[in-house]
């Protein structure tokens, strides 16, 4: 039986799809140890896995950035990225730390988007290693890198320059601590110029992608062994441990105009205009508001419903219009499950990415800006409550990503790849 670690670390969203393919694993054979961070283990329990407890998540740091940065200027905003600088470098020294002997003991390591830094320490130990992201990130010239939303509109032939850039760029600002870490614990290690994930795609290391082919076409300048296989997706639908179960029941089976879910994923806090903006357009345009945040100014309406914490996604997207949220792959492939329209208010570099994906759908209002004024946001919220063509192609995207069985054909693949390894190294 092989070992094979999963490291995640990001928001909720980054780890619940990686313990949705663990359990798929396991059911191969595999022993899967998952490691987290303390307030994401519950996702890990519930699907059964061993769990490695991880310290401070980087997201956190990067969420209390963007929060800074967004409410000052001038040497103040200089302070703050200094400030994020030095936590996060603590936090991947940590994070190091603490994985470095679970790596020692595994066959394989799953990396992802939030992780692929560990690829030098993994091959260092000898071990396999399996791309797994949820955002596209192989070059291409089929689209601009996810990873620098003002690349977005690079024209076809700088696409893989821009790819280029970015896949180096997105690990500078600790790679000198990772330099100077593994000199210390993991001499072996190789943290030269040019990046991990450079060093990934020139090593041949296979690419799984947990992205479904119905909102993503394969592009046909990947390597052969980069493939899209589906989005791994939990099913939540729990009721009995949410806070205000009842009060949301009512909302939602009550008579009245269409509801409309908003939620900015799990450590985003968004802020008071643009909550503001919402429910100002939500009057307009004659829906309601289900809305996933807290904040001292929200006040509950007959029209709007504020709700803190875990929410049964998929029990309240049975029961939804349709569905704002900060375009995280997870959200919109859970929404595209559901079958009902969605608009993504980019938060982060790939939300950019899955906005246009869902507009080139035709399961998204176009063109909406979310800044000053309310007039785009009514219209999106007319949209995605009423619109008979978007409400048309969302469902019969629904059905596409229902019949796909993403994190099984991943798994498959991920257990073929150890397999051989076994036998190569068995061979030699």
């Known amino acids: 039986m092989s070992t094979i670690l999963i490291p995640c670390s990001g928001t909720r969203g980054d780890v619940e799809p990686y313990a949705v393919l663990g359990a798929e694993l396991a059911r191969l054979g595999h022993r899967v140890l998952l490691a987290a961070h303390p307030e994401d283990l519950d996702i890990a329990r519930e699907q059964g896995h061993e769990t490695l407890t991880l310290g401070e998540n980087p997201s956190i740091a990067l969420a209390i950035l963007s929060r800074e940065l967004g409410g000052s200027r001038g040497p103040s905003r200089a302070s703050a990225v200094r400030r994020y600088l030095r936590r996060a470098r603590a936090a991947y020294r940590d994070l190091a730390d603490t994985l470095l002997d679970s790596m020692e003991s595994a066959d394989c390591v799953l990396l992802s988007l939030p992780t692929f830094w560990l690829y030098p320490v993994a091959r260092a130990l000898g071990k396999t290693v399996v791309m797994a992201p949820l955002q596209p990130l192989t070059p ?82 990947w390597p052969a ?18 806070a205000g179960a009842r009060v949301l029941r009512a909302f939602l089976e009550a008579p009245g105009p269409p509801v409309v879910f908003v939620s900015f994923g799990s450590l985003a806090r968004p802020s008071r205009s643009l909550l503001q903006g919402l429910s100002t357009a939500a009057a307009r345009a004659e829906c309601r508001l289900l809305v996933q945040a807290t904040a001292p100014w929200a006040t509950d309406t007959d029209r709007v419903r504020y709700l803190e ?62 800044g000053p004024g309310v007039h785009g946001l009514e219209r999106a919220l007319r949209e995605l409550s009423r619109s008979v063509s978007l409400h048309s192609s969302a469902a019969a995207l629904g059905e596409r990503v229902r019949r796909e069985r993403g994190a099984r054909e991943a798994a498959a693949v991920i257990s073929a790849v150890v397999a051989a390894t076994i036998r190569e190294s068995r061979s030699t």
């Open 309 to 370: 914490g875990p929410l049964p996604h998929d029990w309240i997207l049975a029961r939804v219009a349709g569905a704002i949220h900060h375009g995280g792959a997870g959200t919109v492939h859970r929404v595209a499950r559901a079958g009902i329209p969605q608009l993504a208010l980019p938060s982060g570099a790939d939300g950019w990415f899955w906005a246009a994906r869902l507009e080139a759908l035709g399961v998204s209002p176009a063109g909406v800006d979310p």
């Open 225 to 242: 062994n980069h493939g899209l296989y589906g989005a791994w997706l939990t099913t939540r639908d729990e009721m009995s441990s949410v």
């Open 140 to 221: 291409s010239s089929a689209y601009p890198t996810v990873l620098v939303p003002g690349l977005r509109r690079a024209p076809p032939v700088l696409r893989r320059a821009g790819h280029a850039v970015a896949l180096t760029g997105v690990s500078l600002p600790w790679w000198g601590t990772l330099r100077r870490w593994g000199a210390r614990r993991c001499p072996a290690a190789r943290f030269g110029p040019g990046g991990p994930m450079a060093r990934m795609l020139r090593e041949g290391v296979p690419f799984v992608y947990g992205i479904s082919p119905s909102l993503f076409g394969r592009p046909a300048d």
